[in-house]
């Protein structure tokens, strides 16, 4: 059991969808990550809060839109997603500046 | 060519082999992590280190900053190390991951 919780941990959608994923941590940090892993390529970040506001955003396309009402949850909504978007999303967690992650399990996500 | 290189990609070992994963990096860092992915997707972290070696059970992180290398090495190896092994490299307060190793070991 980790201390990073996302959910769900499975899902299939298609391109006309709209979704949302789910990240949550009781840890006390306040530096919150979405990362992508694609099959055979490394994890990429897609973005990064500190203390709720999004200090990056890495090129990510407008049809993923990141949300972080406080320091425990951060959310992912998606919208109109491409087949390429099939991946893993992973949510991480860390006190802010800090090189050590907590990740969460992830959700597995497929685009019919 | 990406900034974090992993050697082997794919690893099949025997129960009881000594395992060795190989780390390159191209950049400055201030510390370098190895962390570990089973199937379901979850990720830990193993170690981090920035110089010297660091050793935990039947695991052994090395780093040489001069020569920008890591090795992960996995003593007594068991079918529950098998895992997808990631190099993960720290500058400021970003990381850069390698691709990972694919590591099956067999009973």
């Known amino acids: 059991e980790t201390g990073v919780t996302q959910t769900p941990r499975h899902l299939v959608m298609g391109m006309t969808n709209k979704k949302s994923l789910k990240c949550e941590q009781h840890?006390?940090?306040?530096?919150m990550y979405w990362y992508k892993q694609s099959a055979k390529k490394p994890l990429e970040l897609m973005f990064v809060?500190?203390?709720?506001?999004?200090?990056e955003n890495n090129s990510v396309p407008s049809r993923f839109s990141p949300e972080c009402p406080n320091s425990s949850h951060l959310f992912l909504h998606l919208h109109t997603l491409q087949p390429e978007d099939s991946a893993l999303y992973l949510c991480?967690?860390?006190?802010?500046?800090?090189?050590?992650?907590?990740f969460g399990d992830g959700t597995r996500l497929s685009i019919l | 060519k990406n900034e974090v290189e992993q050697s082997p990609q794919n690893l099949t070992a025997q129960e009881g082999e000594f395992i060795t994963i190989n780390c390159s990096y191209s950049?400055?860092?201030?510390?370098l992590h190895w962390l570990q992915q089973h199937p379901g997707g979850g990720i830990v972290s193993l170690f981090m280190l920035s110089s010297g070696k660091k050793k935990h059970g039947r695991l052994i992180a090395t780093i040489n900053i001069q020569e920008k290398h890591s090795s992960l090495h996995i003593t007594a190896s068991h079918p529950r190390d098998s895992a997808v092994y990631i190099c993960?490299?720290?500058?400021?307060?970003?990381?850069?991951f390698g691709e990972g190793t694919q590591l099956t070991v067999n009973p």
């Open positions: 840890l006390g940090h306040n530096a």
């Open positions: 993960a490299v720290g500058g400021g307060s970003r990381l850069t």
């Open positions: 950049v400055g860092i201030s510390a």
């Open positions: 991480a967690s860390s006190p802010p500046g800090a090189l050590t992650r907590d």
């Open positions: 809060y500190n203390f709720k506001e999004q200090t």
